[in-house]
Structure formats: C-alpha cells, structure tokens
C-alpha cells in the first residue's frame, strides 16, 4: 500500500464532510431518485447496466424501515416509468433485520413482489458477520416465491462462502459474488489478501459448476482474468453471467470488459445519507481518493 493510501485509510473517518465529499462526488448520482435515474440512463447509453441503492444506514426505528422501504418501492416504479435498464440493491438492516426479522422479511417480501409484477429484479447486499445466517434465511423464504426476481451476495473473505454456496445449491441460484469490506475476525474471515483472491477464484468455479447466474463484482484485474478464464471454461453465453463494478472505480476498465462484449452493470448508490457509504469506501478504497486527485491536478500518475 502507498503512503497516500495509507494515510488516506487512516484517518478518513476523521476528515471533515466537505473534503470527503470532494473525493466521493464521482462515486455518488446525488441525493435524489432524479439523480440516480440521470445517472442510469446515461450508462445504458454506453451499454451499460445498473442496480439502483438509496444509501441510508444503521436505521433504530421500525418508521425508517419503513420510510426506506417505501423509497425501494419508489425506485422500481421509477426504472419501470422511466425504460431505464436497471434493477435494485437492498440491505437487510435498512429494512429493519436487525429490529426484528419477520417485520424485515415481511418488508423485503413486498419489495420483491413488487419487483416480479414490474418484471424486475431485486439483490440482497450481504453485511456484517453478525447479518449472515439472518439474510441467508431471507433469501431462501423469497427465493421459494420468487426465484426469477431475487439474487443475493456472497463473500469471498468469509471462510463459510464455499459450505454456503453448496448449502444453497439446491434451488435455482443468482449471486453476486464480491470480497467483502467489513472488518471481521479472523475466526470467521481470511485476513490475506492473496488468500481471499484465491477464494474469490474457488468460489466463483463453485457458483458455475453448480449452474448458478454470477454476478463478478471486482475492480481488481487479477479477478477479471480469472473471470474471463471460468467464462471460456465453461463456455458460458452472455446472458449467463455480468461483470458488476462501483460507479466511478476504474472506467478504462469497465469500457474494455464492455467492449469485449460483456453484460456489465454499475452499481449506482443516491440519498442524503452519503456520507457514511463514503467514508466506508474510501476507506476501503483509498485509490479513488488518489484518482480524484490526479483529475483535479491534471496528472496521468500520482
């Protein structure tokens, strides 16, 4: 790791909110539902995909639970009034998992349901350690109604990802497969960053031997290639897998995976609670500071 990016990961939760928005604007539509459908359409006029996320975390109240489902609600009528090729993206814990589970699934039911009668489709985000057998139990019950219409991530950092994909193969499948970004114990998650790509590569052949969708969501070309490497293997048709990258990381990339003839879609975060999704991923991924930076500075290297 760089010095910049060290220090970047450093001290990022400390840095005042307008710096950190300076760095995160690229990677945010706005704070609008206007915004994130702008946003969409223009990377549908670049053959592009998109999976639409109101941004909103650590809810304490059943009312915001329900005020960030009803925006869920909002967002499928929007893609759907507005032609744009996009689906949506959820977390658990804003639809109150973490509150009560049945109040959270019943909830994500409807959420989904409205989904399958616009004919679209619904991921469930995977969160800390302490959500998983939670939203793995979710997404079996709203598999069994809707198997067409809803998907759900997988980490390749967790050392329990390969045992769940085998635990979940006897249904019809449709997982985004990521790393992880959460600061779990090494009891429960690998620590290196060679072993946990070494994973991601296990994990993915798993999904695809067992007929499942995979979404690759990575920025690191390492994983690309080996994508690109199971998808030949296999033999896999377009329609069989996409490619899945954050808004803003790593253009030239997405352009070249595009070009090459792969679904790709961008995961497209909008709401008023930026802020903590982006000191998280600037944490997480401190090069997006440092590309920020070459723009403003006009350099081509830092």
Known sequence: MSIFNYMVSKTIMHVPGPIV???AKGYIAGETLDDAVRVTRDLNNRQMLATIDILGEFIKTKDEATFFKQQCLEILEAI???KVDANLSLKPTQMG???DEEFAFANIREIVAKAAELGNFVRIDMEDIACTDATLRLYRQMREEFPAHVGLVLQSYLRRTGAD???????????????????????????D??????????????????GAYVGFATHDEKL??????VIEKYKLKPEQYEFQMLLGVDEELRQIIVDAGHRLRVYVPFGASWMPYSRRRLKENPSIAQHALRQMLGMKRF
């Open 80 to 82: 759907h009034r507005d």
């Open 165 to 191: 994909i085998e635990a979940l193969s006897d249904k019809p499948m449709n997982f985004r497969l990521c790393k992880g970004i959460y600061n779990e114990p090494r009891t429960a998650a690998y620590k």
């Open 97 to 99: 998992l973490l509150l």
């Open 21 to 23: 928005g300076f760095f």
């Open 193 to 210: 960053p060679f072993v946990i790509n070494r994973n991601y590569v296990q994990c993915m052949e798993k999904m695809l031997a067992v």
């Open 224 to 229: 690309v290639f080996e994508a690109l490497r």
